[in-house]
């Protein structure tokens, strides 16, 4: 048998190692994680001023449901718009949690606030309450048809009375922002303002329905 010199085996080896490497996983960049929140003070929000807390005693309660989102608003993807009816998701950049599960907490602390009512729950809960709060999350995307880009974000809400299970009022809000920056960032800060307006504005519808404070 004639023996193999290594100079004959380094093209073998170099194949060899080029798929091997083929087979490894790509290098993706580490995506970015975002949070939604209400933003720090009111003043940073344009054309909107905050609801006055109730005050006096309140005698209502609210359970917060489920809080649902559209399809295709559902998961923690970052969404966007280049062109009408054409949606697009961030490759590097996401939400921490679904917004509807980040939303939760937002509105707790939002109702809580405001006075209105003397416990504020969360769904799941076995507890009686005299009203049932459901909001649905329409859209939350920005959108790059226009410059600056903007964030459009939707939130239905219907209240109910616990009592005689029936739905006493519904509505939408909608809140359309430019963003400081054109890019993912720059939808976040914008989005955080955009849920800041909505939950005050949805304060104010609780208050209209419950009335006020004794």
């Known amino acids: 048998m004639k023996p193999v ?18 087979l490894q996983p790509a290098n993706v960049p580490v995506a970015a994680v975002y949070r939604l929140d209400t933003v720090a003070t009111v003043a940073t929000v344009p054309n909107i001023t905050a609801p006055a807390r109730a005050t006096g005693t309140p005698a209502a ?25 054409q949606i697009e998701e961030f490759q590097q950049s996401q939400w921490q949690k679904p917004p509807a599960a980040m939303l939760m907490p937002l509105v707790t602390s939002a109702l809580e606030s405001s006075g209105l009512f003397k416990v504020v729950l969360q769904a799941p809960t076995a507890l009686q309450t005299t009203y049932r709060l459901d909001l649905e999350i329409r859209s939350l995307q920005q959108d790059f048809t226009s410059t600056p880009s903007r964030v459009h974000f939707v939130l239905r809400a219907h209240l109910s009375d616990t009592k005689n299970q029936q739905i006493t009022a519904w509505r939408e809000f909608e809140v359309n922002l430019a963003t400081p920056t054109e890019d993912a960032y720059g939808g976040v800060l914008a989005s955080n303002q955009a849920v800041t307006q909505a939950l ?8 209209e329905q419950v009335g006020p404070v004794k």
């Open 5 to 22: 010199h290594l100079a004959q085996l380094l093209p073998v080896l170099a194949l060899s190692m080029a798929g091997c490497s083929a």
């Open 61 to 85: 309660s609210i359970l917060i449901g489920n809080i649902r989102a559209a399809a295709g608003f559902d998961s923690n993807h970052m969404l966007f718009m280049r062109q009408p009816h």
């Open 200 to 207: 005050q504005q949805l304060t104010a519808f609780c208050a």
